[in-house]
Nanobody, 124 residues
Framework: QVQLVESGGGLVQPGGSLRLSCAAS????????MSWVRQAPGKGLEWVSA????????SYKDSVKGRFTISRDNAKSTLYLQMNSLKPEDTALYYC?????????????????WGQGTQVTVSS
């Protein structure tokens, strides 16, 4: 069965960095686009970034452009999100999500599998 397991979250001071990972199994990882989606306390789901199946095309929410970098290692079936210059407003539960096909999708209702999430807290 499809499994997505996130890791790498934690507590970091403003301006700090974290690298999230999402280990995928149960499907042909290299055939599907993947995304990172977050949910802040008391708020709805917010798409953050996406990458196509081959890794050659990426997309970012405006507020994270220049600070976050999405990448993937298809040989290891793993998705990453490098987060630099973190701000308190980045505090959220971060999920990785699988798209239906190889192309980038930014609508959260279009994802068919989700991980359990990893908590990122940015605070001094």
């Amino acid at each position: 069965q499809v499994q997505l397991v996130e890791s790498g979250g934690g507590l970091v001071q403003p301006g700090g960095s974290l690298r999230l990972s999402c280990a995928a199994s149960g499907f042909t990882f290299s055939s599907y686009a993947m995304s990172w989606v977050r949910q802040a306390p008391g708020k709805g789901l917010e798409w953050v970034s996406a990458i196509n199946s081959g890794g050659g095309s990426t997309s970012y929410k405006d507020s994270v452009k220049g600070r976050f970098t999405i990448s993937r290692d298809n040989a290891k079936s793993t998705l990453y999100l490098q987060m630099n210059s973190l701000k308190p407003e980045d505090t959220a539960l971060y999920y990785c999500a699988k798209a239906h096909g190889p192309y980038i999708v930014v609508v959260t209702t279009e994802y068919d599998y989700w991980g359990q999430g990893t908590q990122v807290t940015v605070s001094s």
